[in-house]
């Protein structure tokens, strides 16, 4: 059944990137079917059985790389006027990528875990800039796929000194759990080389950089999708092996500093590209915190609120790069203070750009309250557990608050200013809006889903239910606003009478 499941998402999404060009229609079907269809009906009927943080992955990691892919059909044939190139590398990336969280024998998650990492970095960051970037590609290799890779082999390595070595390659890692206490040093080695795929301190600084300089859809497959790659380490090295204590102290002081570090970077930021590579940084080191106070305190709300964060950071960082490549097309920069018009110019960004915004501070009935609200609960918890781990609770709040000053900032390339010159909404094609709708959309639809799932208080339901009642009749009104008021003036100076 797995061959099948393997055969099926390659051909389904190579035929998508062949027939891009010619047959638009039959390409966006075939990339539903392979990226998203193929994965939900194998899980559906239990062709594929994965344990509980591997099915979140996989299924969120088919949701975004689907709607990446279509929203950059619509953006490569508006920038360029052809999408089989770009689509070819971008869908081949996101096969490898679904099919890597699909693995269930150590062979395949070597081989894809490999074979992405020098897709992205000799073919993806180079895309649209060609040799430019090749100053990015090396600093994705020198500071993110070499010491995961690393930890990667090193993991392999332990694996074939206790079982043998073709023994190893076909270990089931979804149930395989050996008795091995590992020594602080190899415990050390594997968790902070699966920390660097997500950019935590000391090595942080290649997210703005990679995120910055690459394409947009490349930024939000590498943010949404690549990075987890890293949390996938961390809860592999923790069900192969016992991990040392010293090791979870490591990636927790590597947590803190990334999360605070990273929410500050992001507010002294012009560049909307290097906001959100900032921003990523800090949600990377929440995850980091949170995975390393379930492994130190055997708290299962922290790993569960984990699974939350990752699919929460996934959709809506997937939604904002993509939306600074729909920036990108209607004003050709990324720098804050050459915009702030854009809501004249294109309604579709600015209301995506208006979920980013809800979501990155924390705004009901969107998913970033309720993953917000559920830091703090049980970052108080802790407290009451432990004192000494106010820490925790400071670098949250740090994270929350910030997250509303940088999230400003990102809303007002939109309406800040208004134009100098009268200018003529831009139509822009379907793929793109209808895609940032429907990731955009989802954050409010998975709110309702953890309600549900976590069995949260009737005040928080009855908050949820009363919040979207008023963004529908927001988004109603707003469907009904004109892109210039009619009585606005401009003098010379572009400055309204």
């Given amino acids: ?16 990137s062949l027939t891009s060009d010619k047959h638009p229609r039959l390409s966006k079907l075939l990339v539903i079917i392979g990226l998203l269809g193929v994965p939900v009906t194998y899980i559906t009927l239990r062709l594929l059985i994965l344990p509980d943080y591997q099915l979140v992955l996989l299924l969120m990691t088919s949701f975004v790389t689907t709607f990446i892919s279509l929203h950059s059909t619509g953006y490569y044939r508006y920038m360029y006027g052809i999408t089989r190139y770009p689509k070819l590398i971008l869908n081949t990336i996101n096969t490898i990528l679904v099919l890597l969280f699909s693995s269930t024998i150590l062979l395949e998650l070597l081989v894809y875990w490999l074979l992405v990492d020098i897709i992205i970095a000799f073919t993806a960051i180079t895309l649209e800039r060609g040799y430019e970037n090749l100053r990015v590609s090396a600093t ?15 993991l392999w390595a332990i694996l074939a000194a206790n079982i043998g070595f073709y023994e190893t390659l076909l270990i089931d890692i979804t149930k395989q759990h050996i008795t091995l206490n590992m020594g602080p040093l190899l415990s050390i080695i594997l968790l902070f080389g699966f920390s660097t795929k997500l950019g935590q301190f000391p090595l942080h600084s290649w997210p703005p950089i990679v995120y910055g300089e690459s394409p947009s859809h490349v930024s939000a497959v590498l943010s949404s999708v690549v990075s987890k ?43 909307i590209k290097r906001i959100l590579a900032y921003s990523s940084i800090s949600y990377y080191g929440v995850i980091t915190i949170l995975y390393a106070i379930f492994n130190l305190m055997n708290i299962s709300q922290a790993y569960y609120l984990v699974l939350i964060i990752t699919v929460y950071h996934g959709i809506v960082k997937a939604l904002a790069f993509i939306n600074t490549g729909l920036i990108y097309q209607v004003a050709n920069t990324y720098d804050i203070y050459r915009l702030g018009y854009l809501f004249y110019v294109s309604k579709p960004a600015t209301l995506t750009g208006f979920i980013v915004l809800a979501n990155l501070i924390s705004m009901p009935p969107t998913i970033g309250f309720f993953v917000k609200i559920s830091m703090l609960i049980l ?27 940088y999230s400003t900032k990102l809303l007002s390339v939109y309406t800040s200013t208004l134009p100098k010159a009268p200018l003529k909404p831009i139509q822009l094609p379907y793929e793109e809006p209808l895609s940032e709708y429907t990731l955009g959309f989802s954050t409010i639809a998975l709110s309702a889903l ?27 009104k707003y469907h009904k606003t004109v892109f210039i008021p009619e009585e606005v003036k401009y003098w010379l100076t572009g400055v309204e009478s």
């Fill in 450 to 476: 953890i309600l549900w799932i976590l069995e949260y208080s009737p005040i928080l339901i009855s908050i949820y239910i009363i919040t979207t009642i008023i963004l529908g009749v927001m988004l109603i």
């Fill in 1 to 16: 059944m797995k061959i099948s499941y393997t055969i099926l998402v390659v051909i389904l999404t190579t035929l998508s």
């Fill in 140 to 154: 994705y290799l020198v500071m993110c796929i070499a010491p995961s890779d690393m930890a990667l082999l090193t």
């Fill in 229 to 271: 790659i890293g949390l996938l380490g961390y809860i592999l090295s923790t069900r192969l092996f016992t991990i040392d204590q010293i090791a979870f102290y490591v990636i927790l002081v590597q947590g803190l500093i990334s999360t605070i570090y990273g929410a500050f970077a992001a507010t002294l930021q012009t560049n």
């Fill in 379 to 405: 970052s108080f918890k802790l407290l009451l557990l432990n004192p000494a781990l106010v820490v925790v609770l400071i670098a949250l709040i740090i994270h929350t608050v910030f997250a509303v000053i």
